[in-house]
């Protein structure tokens, strides 16, 4: 099964900038989509942004022009760099992979355990 760490979060003042590291792990063939959604307390989890396998990005409107996505598939790596955070970012930031070709077969809905990001004006 494919395992996801993530990485990176921490305490930051509004303006500040972190950079977020989701690394895959396990016998995995190839990854086409990884993302990245967030849960703040007391809301639901929503998508902030996702990477194909080919670097092809979508971001939420509320991170457009302040969050950058990266990827090195050699290493089955996922990087976000996130500028110009504001305290309304504060949440546990999540890495997903929907789908993962691994030595098993295809792992579906992998998650990481979360790392905070806290954000203070």
């Known amino acids: 099964q494919v395992q996801l760490v993530e990485s990176g979060g921490g305490l930051v003042q509004a303006g500040g900038s972190l950079r977020l590291s989701c690394a895959a792990s396990?016998?995995?063939?190839?990854?086409?989509?990884m993302a990245w959604y967030r849960q703040a307390p007391g809301k639901q989890r929503e998508l902030v942004a996702r990477?194909?396998?080919?670097?092809?990005?979508n971001y939420a409107d509320s991170v457009k022009g302040r969050f950058t996505l990266s990827r090195d598939n050699a290493k089955n790596t996922m990087y976000m760099q996130m500028n110009g955070l504001k305290p309304e970012d504060t949440a546990v930031y999540y890495c997903?992979?929907?789908?993962?070709?691994?030595?098993?077969?295809?792992?579906?809905?992998?998650w990481g355990q979360g790392t905070q990001v806290t954000v203070t004006s």
């Open positions: 997903n992979v929907p789908r993962a070709h691994t030595g098993r077969g295809i792992d579906f809905d992998s």
């Open positions: 396990g016998v995995i063939y190839s990854i086409d989509l």
């Open positions: 990477i194909t396998s080919t670097g092809s990005t």
